[in-house]
């Protein structure tokens, strides 16, 4: 689970990742059957617990067990799993409101408020080019939740499924920050640990808020969930030893195709033409950005390779 790319397999390294986003759709399809009946805080647990024997047996397969128990700031894996463990919170809510698509789609504002955030936080200069592609993404994103925001939705669950996902997008720009930092330090084995146990802790917070006794379905669903997200991160980690960042990061766009078909297959959803309209727009200006980030390089890419695209 190291961050820098040990080989390069690109047909490899592409293959594992278009795995990984598929398994990330299909857990997004579980976790919004599941949270139709079991709350957000409560599937985020089932996500997190369930993810980390997978994770801990990939870790220990590796020989980086000592790396991941290891961590030299302690203090910055907690921010990282609070900022984290909310937004997946947030997107397990969202995605019992809003059609699968839709939910993909404004998660995809996530890139335009990285570019804000590290302008604001880490006082990285931001030029016209990057300026340029952070509003036509955010223009796309007001495209696909516009609908929502009218007078005759305000209030609706359809605009707090909305809220609940823009938020999760800004909060994971906050991780993409925070990992930014954390990979100056901290081995990609500890992140990713560190992660799963933070989540798994910081969900238990919501057990006084309604958690259920969920049914067999449920059950299966959530644990389901848990154990596919845990393949999915490895899968995602595993493609960046077989290639570089700036060549897989496009390929997490494939996500929408996924969620379209999954979402019309078991859903009955099809996307809006908001939806379709928006999140072409976003694409294209979530792609400017990489090949921007590509020629700037340095620790955003192995930020990339460490973070978990779909909570």
Do not use: C
């Amino acid at each position: 689970m190291k961050a820098p790319t040990t080989q390069n397999k690109p047909g490899t390294a592409i293959a594992l990742k278009l795995m990984a986003v598929l398994l990330f759709m299909v857990m997004a399809a579980m976790i919004k059957v599941a949270t139709q009946n079991v709350p957000s805080g409560q599937a985020v647990f089932f996500r997190s617990f369930f993810a980390m024997p997978i994770i801990i047996a990939w870790i220990w397969r590796a020989g980086e067990m000592r790396e991941a128990l290891t961590p030299k700031n302690l203090k910055g894996h907690i921010w990282r799993g609070l900022f984290g463990t909310t937004a997946m919170a947030l997107t397990f809510a969202g995605l019992g409101l809003l059609p699968l698509p839709e939910v993909t789609a404004i998660g995809y504002a996530t890139p335009m408020f990285t570019v804000i955030l590290a302008a604001i936080m880490l006082g990285e200069r931001i030029r016209l080019f990057r300026i340029s592609a952070v509003a036509l993404g955010l223009v796309g994103v007001m495209i696909v939740i516009w609908p929502r925001l009218s007078l005759e939705a305000i209030g609706t669950a359809g605009t707090i499924g909305a809220l609940f996902v823009l938020g999760a997008s800004i909060l994971r720009a906050f991780v993409q920050i925070h990992i930014r930092t954390l990979v100056k330090t901290e081995h990609t084995a500890a992140i990713v640990f560190y992660f799963s146990l933070t989540a798994t802790t910081l969900s238990l917070l919501s057990l006084p808020f309604g958690w259920i006794i969920p049914t067999w379905t449920d059950l299966i669903l959530l644990i389901g969930a848990g154990l596919i997200g845990g393949a999915a991160q490895i899968l995602v980690t595993a493609s960046y030893r077989f290639g570089a960042a700036s060549m897989l990061a496009p390929f997490d766009y494939t996500s929408l195709i996924f969620a379209a078909l999954i979402g019309y297959l078991i859903f009955a959803e099809l996307p809006t033409t908001e939806t379709v309209i928006g999140a072409s727009l976003v694409v294209l200006g979530g792609v400017l950005i990489i090949w921007r980030e590509r020629q700037l390089g340095g620790g955003r890419s192995r930020a990339r390779a460490v973070t978990d695209p779909k909570g």
